[in-house]
Nanobody
Framework: QVQLQESGPGLVKPSQTLSLTCTVS??????????WSWIRQPPGKGLEWMGA???????YYSPSLKSRTSISRDTSKNQFTLQLSSVTPEDTAVYYC????????????????WGQGTQVTVSS
């Protein structure tokens, strides 16, 4: 059974960088052909795919967030990390990490394992 757990600060000030870590257990983030994504849900809105890191280490980003987003990994800890720079209150959301097989990272219905989500509020 694969488990994902998000961690990071719940409050970030405007203009700062939001940093979250997803710790994976029960499966390796380097296993062919899984992709590991960050997905968020702002209050009152739908889910938004932000980006993914593949089993190979390749990264993929939403065009709307690409300039502010970076995803990296630490294979020794079986973790992957999201960094979102220059945050504004519009980045307030519940942030999820999740797993999908093959390159279907755009299709949220294809994800088979999700973390429980972590609330991040951007406020001064």
């Amino acid at each position: 059974q694969v488990q994902l757990q998000e961690s990071g600060p719940g409050l970030v000030k405007p203009s700062q960088t939001l940093s979250l870590t997803c710790t994976v257990s029960g499966g390796s983030i380097t296993t062919n052909y899984y992709y590991w994504s960050w997905i968020r849900q702002p209050p009152g809105k739908g889910l938004e795919w932000m980006g993914a890191i593949a089993y190979s280490g390749s990264t993929y980003y939403s065009p709307s967030l690409k300039s502010r987003t970076s995803i990296s990994r630490d294979t020794s800890k079986n973790q992957f990390t999201l960094q979102l720079s220059s945050v504004t209150p519009e980045d307030t959301a519940v942030y999820y990490c999740a797993r999908v097989y093959s390159g279907s990272y755009y299709y949220l219905d294809e994800y088979d394992y999700w973390g429980q989500g972590t609330q991040v509020t951007v406020s001064s």
